[in-house]
């Protein structure tokens, strides 16, 4: 136990140095400052505009940046469905897969990665080819992991600009996020995780003679460079089926720690980055704490929750500590406690252990998590954006208890924004509460179900809570390669990525037309510990209204029962 809470203190202090420069680089990438980068991308970017007949320097208003958005997301998911059909007929298949089928899986997966979600109903290294991996799927990693970079410093200029209809460039920001930011640090922790033992090549798949004399096929492939941007672009899908438990893309302690500092690195150094550039890092620094505090409070639930084990297990010889049942070995009780809040307080969805085998009370953290948006740090860019809707939220509260406008950052909070506001957050809540309702009472969805009772419900929960907060984990036990799976599950992961991201974008045009307005005597401050406890506040008990009758039936009632010695 001593050394699982050192790793987590430790976790957190490597976390906040990297992320506190990472954020000023990005700053400076985005205020269009000079930067040690510019003298190799800048004629690449050049050339980009050039070929593509993008004008760099003519910004959009939220329509326009919203229409670009949605267009070239479109597009994306078309490339990546057409390459997975047709690619038995394509290059770089050495094992001669066949394209995938059926068609509401191949659409499925390809609305996944387009939406950050990475959502799985396949086994990789059994599905795809080498060339799907990393023309479909590891493009669009870059690309949707930009894309939530893009929305996020386009509300930051929101907030800071004033009278003005523009809020920059989608094109602009997709190129910079993806050249100046994504491509550099994947290129390190791509050599870091190689010098661990992530595999990386294009060779065909070995057959080898175990011990016991059998043949087995060892499975080959570009895996390193597909980890990377998996965990620095929290999309988390993994080129094999067993994710980031394979040692192939997960082999040692080290790594297993580097993969879990990856995940929350872009999402924290945008903190700072906003900081940054609101002038006036405090206020980075206020949702910095809120989400710190929301993460240990998760971490510290789940880990003990693991720790104290099922005790029944008793009866059989073994205590909670050693209840390892669905964890590695080499990881531990803490090792796979940190990843699964981390994965699925980002919206990540890479695992080194299987949630299905944590408690209820474990899993509930998980779930409870996506519910909430996955703004405990979040998604790339999703994070960010997605806590300032709550952020809106906290100070339209205050304002409402004194009496005043409610204000932030000098812009004045009305209708308009807290429409957009309330729209962003219950768009992912209705979707996750409707799909799995409707998942519930008809056949197509009970029949997945390998579990019955509570533990079944809190499947079917679990699934559509990780689509609509396009996160991609998974409890195991739900079958979902199912034509009524993978069509719910498209819905849900479209809905919960762009039913955001345009409210989101709506309150970014709305500010950037507002004036500032210097703080008065009546100005609540949003930058100290008050704030940052009431906005942390505000999180969990929206998320706990909203969720919590259906997480009573599930894994609460389940935790309850097997206190008393029942299981399912």
Not at 306 to 315: A, D, F, I, R
Not at 393 to 421: C, D, H, N
Not at 527 to 544: K, Q, S
Request: hydrophobic share 50%; net charge neutral; glycine share 10%.
């Amino acid at each position: 136990m001593g050394n699982d809470l050192l790793l987590f203190g430790l976790y957190l202090m490597v976390l906040l140095l990297l992320a506190w420069p990472l954020g000023r680089y990005m700053k400076k990438v985005f205020n269009f400052e000079k930067t040690v980068f510019d003298p190799i991308f800048h004629p690449i970017e050049k050339l980009i505009y050039h070929l593509s007949s993008v004008s760099e320097h003519q910004e959009m208003n939220w329509r326009q940046y919203a229409g670009a958005l949605l267009w070239f997301n479109l597009f994306g998911m078309a490339a990546v469905f057409l390459i997975q059909v047709l690619q038995g007929a394509l290059m770089l298949n050495p094992e001669g897969l066949s394209g995938v089928t059926p068609w509401d899986l191949a659409l499925n997966t390809a609305v996944s990665f387009v939406t950050n979600t990475n959502w799985q109903a396949y086994g990789g290294e059994s599905t795809m080819s080498y060339l799907t991996q990393m023309a479909a799927l590891t493009v669009q990693n870059f690309l949707s992991a930009a894309t939530g970079i893009a929305v996020a410093v386009a509300l930051i200029r929101g907030l800071t600009r004033k009278k003005t209809v523009t809020i920059g460039n989608f094109w602009v920001d997709l190129v910079r996020s993806i050249l100046w930011i994504l491509i550099p640090l994947s290129i390190v922790f791509t050599i870091i995780l190689v010098q661990q033992g992530v595999i990386q090549n294009l060779s065909s798949y070995e057959v080898i003679q175990t011990l016991e004399g059998a043949e087995q096929k060892i499975v080959m492939g570009p895996v390193a460079s597909q980890e990377a941007i998996k965990m620095l672009g929290t999309n988390g899908g993994g080129f094999f089926n067993a994710n980031s438990a394979h040692p192939f893309e997960n082999p040692t302690p080290l790594s297993n720690f580097l993969e879990i500092v990856s995940i929350f690195l872009i999402p924290a150094a945008l903190v700072f980055a906003f900081g940054h550039m609101v002038g006036d890092r405090r206020q980075g620094l206020a949702v910095l704490a809120a989400m710190t505090i929301l993460f240990a409070t998760m971490l510290f639930a789940n880990y003990y929750s693991e720790l104290y084990g099922n005790p029944m297990l008793g009866s059989q010889g073994v205590s909670g500590p050693t209840a390892m049942e669905g964890k590695e070995v080499r990881f531990g009780i803490g090792g796979s406690s940190l990843f699964s809040v981390v994965t699925t307080a980002a919206s990540c969805g890479a695992v080194n252990s299987m949630h299905d085998s944590y408690t209820p009370l474990g899993g509930l953290v998980q779930m409870l998590q996506m519910m909430l948006g996955e703004v405990v740090f979040g998604g790339v860019g999703a994070g960010f954006y997605g806590m300032m809707l709550y952020v809106l939220l906290t100070v339209f509260i205050v304002g409402l208890m004194v009496g005043r406008t409610p204000e932030y950052l000098g812009k004045k909070v009305e209708a308009w924004e807290m429409k957009m506001a309330t729209i962003g957050i219950l768009i992912p809540s209705v979707v996750i509460l409707t799909f799995t309702a409707i998942a519930s009472v008809i056949e197509a969805g009970v029949s997945s179900i390998a579990n019955p009772g509570p533990h079944g419900l809190s499947e079917i929960l679990y699934a559509f809570a990780s689509g609509a907060g396009n996160n991609g984990s998974a409890f195991g036990g739900l079958t979902v390669n199912t034509l009524f799976y993978n069509l719910m599950m498209s819905a849900a992961m479209l809905l919960g990525r762009f039913g955001v991201i345009i409210p989101v974008l709506a309150i970014a045009g709305s500010l950037a037309q507002k004036k500032i307005s210097p703080p008065g005597p009546g100005t609540f401050p949003t930058t100290g510990p008050l704030f940052a406890c009431l906005l942390a506040g505000v999180v969990l008990i929206v998320g706990a209204l909203t969720f919590l009758p259906a997480l009573s039936l599930g894994p609460v009632v389940e935790q309850l029962l097997m206190l008393s010695g029942t299981t399912f």
